[in-house]
């Protein structure tokens, strides 16, 4: 399946998005920063990893990364298609803290929607702690509600 190729902001956000095939390339900062926390990013390290040594892997995830002019990555964007609901989740979306509020929610958007085309994705989805930021750039709130279950 294509990826979308490398593209430049047009909000100014100062990165140029370009896809991998290798989740290692992604600093272990841009992680880690994440909230919720990524309990073991160790963890999630190794078993992506490993499971990228296999074609079906790429087949549904999609990595992209946002460097500066530098070629210095300053941020990560993962998908995955789901392939019985063709339904294109972000699962993780990060930028280095001096590249934030600089439009690069919805230059992550806009990479969605092309890959969402590219793949024959019927929706694009992505959990949020912050909704409204979501519903700025044009997204919905989902009809179903996402439940927990803890030990």
């Known amino acids: 399946m294509a990826v979308p190729t490398s593209s430049r902001s047009k909000r100014g956000t100062g990165l140029r998005y370009t896809p991998v095939n290798d989740f290692a390339l992604v600093p272990k900062p841009l992680i880690e920063q994440i909230k919720p926390a990524v309990p073991d ?20 995830n999609f990595i992209g990364v946002f460097a500066d002019h530098e070629h ?6 993962w998908f995955t ?6 339904v294109l989740h972000c699962h993780m979306l990060s930028v280095d803290k001096e590249y934030q509020n ?11 929607k092309k890959l969402m085309r590219e793949v024959g994705a019927s929706k694009l989805t992505a959990a949020t702690r912050n909704p409204k930021v979501f519903e700025r750039i044009g997204f919905t709130r989902s009809a179903l509600t996402v439940m927990e279950l803890e030990e």
């Open 41 to 60: 990013v160790d963890r999630l390290y190794n078993v992506l990893k490993s499971a990228s040594n296999s074609a079906s892997f790429w087949s549904i």
């Open 72 to 77: 210095i990555i300053k941020g990560f964007m």
């Open 81 to 86: 298609l789901n392939p019985i609901t063709r």
């Open 102 to 112: 600089r439009g690069i929610l919805l230059e992550a958007k806009n990479i969605g």
